[in-house]
DNA sequence: TATTATAGTTCAATAATATTGAACTTTGGA
DNA sequence: TCCAAAGTTCAATATTATTGAACTATAATA
C-alpha cells in the first residue's frame, strides 16, 4: 500500500469512475486498474464492485474510505506543517554562559518572546569542559558565551557577536589587593586572568576560587579582593563608582560567542533567535 | 513521499541509527539514506543532523515524527479493520417482497440481529419492476422475494430458500366466488394468478387489485372475494380454520428466493445473513 | 598519535515496479 | 443491432528502488 493508491482510491470515489480519476490525476486508465488491484491484494478483498459499468463500493471499500482519506489528509497536513514554517516554533534550548545569562540576555530574551511567542524557549547553564558533548549530543541547540578572540573549535561554528574586555576591578582604585577572586578553571576567561597576572608579575597571587561571577562581584565591593571581569558585568558599578578599575591595568579582550555544531540544521527558530542577538 | 519511507523513519528514530534500521527492515545502508534524502527533499527541510556519527533529529523532524506515526499507525489499523473482519460489521441493506417482510422475516431478523449486532442492518421492500436497477446502483446488496420457480434473470445470482405454494383460500371452502382480489400487475407472483384462472376457465372473472397482501386477507376474511396466495401468508388462518381451501383447486409452485448481483462482492455480513436465512 | 572499527554517503549497476498503449470484454444506449 | 463508453489484460517500456563497493568522517583504542 502507498500513498499514491490512497490518492487514486480517493480520487475514484470523488470523481465516481476509473476514467474520471485517470484524467484527474494524469494517469492511464491501466494505471488506475493497476493501483486499485494491489489495494486489493493487500487489503484481501475487493473495494469496489464492477456492477455493469458502474464502480460501487464494497462494504470493504466503505470502511477503508475514511482512513484512506484521513492518512492522505494527514500527509498534507504534515507537509504544511514542516515547509510553511514561515513563523518560528517548536523547542529551541540554548546554552548560556552564568554571566551572560545574568546581565546580558535577559532583554534579548524578553525580546525574543515577544517577536516570537510560539517558540518554547529553554536556556541551560553550560559546561565549559564538554561543550561540543552538549552541542552534539541535542543538549542544547547553540550555546552563547564568553571567550578569548581565537575562539575556534573545529566541529564548531563560532559567530563573534560581541567584542568586549576584561577589566581589573577592585572597591578601591588606588590598590591592588593580595587577594585576586577567580572562577574555576574550567571557566573560559579564567586563562586569561592567570596570563593577565604573570604580565603583570603577580602570579603567585594568592586567590580565592568564587562559583559565579556574581559572589565575585559582592565579594570585591566588600573588600575582600580585586578580580577580572567583563565590563558587560560590571558596568553599572563601574558607573556608580562602588567598582573601580585598577590604576594602569591592561585589559584582555574577549568576545561574546555562539556557537553551534558546523553539521547542526540552522532551523527557522534558530536563525530568529541569532537575529535578535546580533540586532 | 510513500509509506515505505516514514516506517523507515520512525525505525530509525526507534533504533537510533541509520545502520541498525537498516537491519531491522532487511535494507542495505545505502536504502536508508535514499529514504531519508528522499523525504528531506520532499519536506524540504533536513529531518536529521549528522552531528558526528550520531544522527539527531532536526526541530522539523521532531515536528514531523508524531505525523509519520500516526500515519503508519493509521495504516495499519486500517489493514486491520478491513482483514480482520471475522465479526460481520457495517451497514447492510436487504431488499424484501412486502408479504415476506410481514410473515417471514421478522423472526429471521431477529435472529440475525442477536448474532451479529454490530451490522447495522436495513430493510427496504422492493420494486419488483427494477429489481436490477436497485441490485446494481447499491440501493440494497441483496433482494428476498417470492417468485416463479424458473426464476433466472441474466446479471443476478439467484438462490432458492425454500419451496411454496400460491393456495386458492376463500371464507367459504364450498363455493368459489365470482371475484378474485389480487396484487398488482407488478407483483412476482400475479402472472401465476393468472395462468391459474385460465386453467380453470376463470380466465374472465373480476379482479379487485389491493395494493397488499395484508389488504387481500383481510378482504378474503370478510367474503369480500378470494385469491391466491402463498401458504405462508395464511397458515394461520388456515388452522384456525377462517381461511379455507377451494375445493379441487390447483396450488401453483413458487419459491422464496435471494438474488443479488452477479458480479457483487459477498462481504461477511451478507454471508452471514444468508446463512441465517437458509437455516 | 597513529590505527582501526563504525556509521553514513555517493554513485554506478542492477533489480524491481510502475506506467503505458493496444487489443479485448462487457454493458448501456441509439 | 451496432456503437460508444468504461474497465481489464498483457506485453513492452519507462521509471525508480535497491544494492554493493569505494569513500568520508568520526569515535574508540592501542
Same mark, same amino acid.
Given at each position: ?151 575556534? !573549535? #573545529?566541529?564548531? $561554528?563560532? +559567530?563573534?557577536? %560581541?567584542?568586549?574586555? &576584561?577589566?581589573? @576591578? ?59 571581569? !567583563? #565590563?558587560?558585568? $560590571?558596568? +553599572?558599578?563601574? %558607573?556608580?563608582?562602588? &567598582?573601580?578599575? @585598577? ?33
Amino acid at each position: 500500500m502507498e500513498l499514491r493508491q490512497l490518492i487514486t482510491f480517493i480520487t475514484i470515489v470523488e470523481l465516481d469512475g476509473y476514467k474520471k480519476a485517470a484524467g484527474e490525476l494524469g494517469y492511464a486508465q491501466s494505471s488506475i486498474t493497476a493501483h486499485m488491484k494491489d489495494l486489493e491484494q493487500e487489503l484481501g478483498t475487493p473495494i469496489f464492485d464492477r456492477l455493469g459499468r458502474k464502480m460501487v463500493l464494497t462494504e470493504a471499500g466503505k470502511k477503508f474510505l475514511p482512513y484512506a482519506e484521513k492518512i492522505v489528509r494527514l500527509y498534507a497536513k504534515s507537509k504544511e506543517a514542516i515547509q510553511n514554517t514561515t513563523e518560528p516554533s517548536g523547542q529551541l534550548t540554548i546554552g548560556a554562559s552564568e554571566s551572560l545569562m545574568i546581565y546580558w540576555l535577559p532583554t534579548i530574551i524578553k525580546r525574543f518572546r515577544e517577536k516570537y511567542p510560539l517558540v518554547e524557549l529553554t536556556m541551560k547553564s553550560i559546561q565549559y569542559d564538554n561543550l561540543t558533548g552538549q552541542l552534539k549530543k541535542g543538549d542544547i541547540d547553540a550555546a552563547i558565551l564568553v571567550e578569548t578572540l581565537n575562539f575556534n !573549535p #573545529t566541529e564548531l $561554528v563560532t +559567530n563573534l557577536i %560581541k567584542k568586549d574586555e &576584561l577589566i581589573h @576591578v577592585t572597591a578601591d582604585a588606588a590598590i591592588m589587593p593580595d587577594t585576586m577572586l577567580v572562577t574555576e578553571y574550567t571557566c573560559s576567561w579564567r586563562p586569561l586572568v592567570e596570563e593577565y597576572l604573570k604580565g603583570v608579575g603577580k602570579e603567585f597571587i594568592s586567590r580565592v576560587e568564587l562559583p559565579s561571577v556574581e559572589a565575585i562581584k559582592q565579594s570585591v565591593l566588600c573588600g575582600l579582593g580585586n578580580a577580572m571581569l !567583563p #565590563t558587560f558585568t $560590571v558596568e +553599572n558599578f563601574m %558607573k556608580s563608582g562602588d &567598582l573601580q578599575e @585598577v590604576h594602569n591595568s591592561k585589559r584582555e579582550q574577549v568576545g561574546i560567542f555562539t556557537a553551534m555544531h558546523k553539521n547542526k540544521w540552522v532551523s527557522p527558530s534558530m536563525r530568529a533567535f541569532l537575529e535578535v542577538l546580533e540586532s
